[in-house]
């Protein structure tokens, strides 16, 4: 079962910041964050692990709520090149236990940044 | 080139025929997976592979067939290509199944059945 995305689509001004947030409704190994733009193939962001850890690079960071089944991406201080669609990736408890590494994505969150 | 490549990057098929889509790494990475993705459903799993001889369905296997021989290849089929397959197909592959690396992607293949 896919995961679930909100909002699907985010339009912002350059500066703004934005979440988006993904939700499952199976207990969670891991979740990723890929972002995908026009025309290419998804681009890895970074991976949370169970143990509600936090990450982040630059201005891009995750949260991971493993409790609630749910993580969250915040973009901070929004660029033009973080236009795109943003994927989570869901690897469920079962899946992470047996080693298959089966990533089911969500439906994706369109972010469009403008000047 | 090192990296992961997909051939072709377009292709036009007839309702009824055969098509591979194939998928090639050069990192001897574990594992590898098929993806197809439609507007409104995202990327949507259709077959995965822990390694070499070792493959297993995802959540949309039906009309496709996988193998995997050599590790650097995961060649996709789809045996008798219908309307409902035309979309865009990626590949990807991971050192250590995501758990610290994560995903990488072919560019994609674009499949058109007419």
């Known amino acids: 079962q896919q995961p679930v995305q909100s909002p699907q689509a985010v339009i912002l001004r350059e500066g703004e910041d934005a979440v988006i947030n993904c939700s499952s409704s199976k207990a969670l190994y891991s979740v990723h964050w890929y972002r995908q733009k026009h025309g290419e193939a998804p681009v890895f962001l970074m991976i949370l692990l169970k143990g509600g850890e936090q990450k982040g690079h630059d201005k891009i960071s995750a949260s991971f709520n493993e409790k609630k089944q749910q993580s969250s991406l915040y973009l901070t201080a929004s660029q033009l090149s973080y236009s795109g669609t943003y994927f989570c990736?869901?690897?469920?408890?079962?899946?992470?236990?047996?080693?298959?590494?089966?990533?089911?994505f969500g439906q994706g969150t369109t972010l469009q940044v403008k000047p | 080139d090192a990296g992961i490549t997909q051939s072709p990057r377009y292709k036009i098929t007839e309702t009824g025929r055969q098509v591979t889509l194939m998928c090639h790494q050069t990192w001897s990475h574990s594992y590898m997976f098929w993806y197809r993705q439609d507007l409104g459903h995202g990327l949507r799993l259709i077959y995965y592979?822990?390694?070499?001889?070792?493959?297993d369905k995802g959540e949309v296997p039906d009309g496709y067939v996988v193998s995997r021989s050599k590790t650097e290849n995961f060649p996709l089929t789809l045996e008798s290509a219908t309307r409902s397959q035309t979309s865009v197909y990626f590949c990807?592959?991971?050192?250590?199944?995501?758990?610290?690396?994560?995903?990488?992607f072919g560019s994609g293949t674009r499949l058109t059945v007419v």
């Open positions: 990807a592959s991971s050192l250590d199944r995501g758990r610290i690396y994560g995903y990488t």
């Open positions: 592979s822990a390694a070499a001889d070792i493959t």
């Open positions: 990736g869901t690897v469920s408890i079962m899946e992470g236990s047996s080693n298959t590494g089966k990533l089911i």
